[in-house]
Nanobody, 121 residues
Framework: VQLQASGGGLVQAGGSLRLSCAASGRTLNNYHMGWFRQAPGKEREFVGARSWRYGAEAYADAVKDRFTISRDLAKGTLYLQMNSMKPEDTALYYC???????????????WGQGTLVTVSS
């Protein structure tokens, strides 16, 4: 299943942006959900993930205390709230699901089209 991220755009440094990822209720309830990103010329990297099954969440050091993952089951949507954004947050952002925890880039087998986030200085 390919999950499609949306909501990217241009934001100034220090600003906020919220990304969305449409997913079925079955996916949001039964899988660990995460966000990843790929900056120009760099490898795809882990941003953050959340397991409602285990009551756990994890974030990359670079985004800890600035980014938060949440979900709305009624809307069938996963969110990534990004605050205090920095130019180094500029990347293509992807959402993904996994039945393995912790979530790591190498174990994600299906990627949808990402959404581009650009942070200007």
């Amino acid at each position: 299943v390919q999950l499609q991220a949306s909501g990217g755009g241009l934001v100034q440094a220090g600003g906020s942006l919220r990304l969305s990822c449409a997913a079925s209720g079955r996916t949001l309830n039964n899988y660990h959900m995460g966000w990843f990103r790929q900056a120009p010329g760099k490898e795809r990297e882990f941003v953050g993930a959340r397991s409602w099954r285990y009551g756990a969440e994890a974030y990359a050091d670079a985004v800890k205390d600035r980014f938060t993952i949440s979900r709305d089951l009624a809307k069938g949507t996963l969110y990534l709230q990004m605050n205090s954004m920095k130019p180094e947050d500029t990347a293509l952002y992807y959402c993904a699901r996994s039945n393995r925890w912790p979530m790591v880039t190498e174990l994600i087998t299906s990627w949808g089209q990402g959404t581009l986030v650009t942070v200007s200085s």
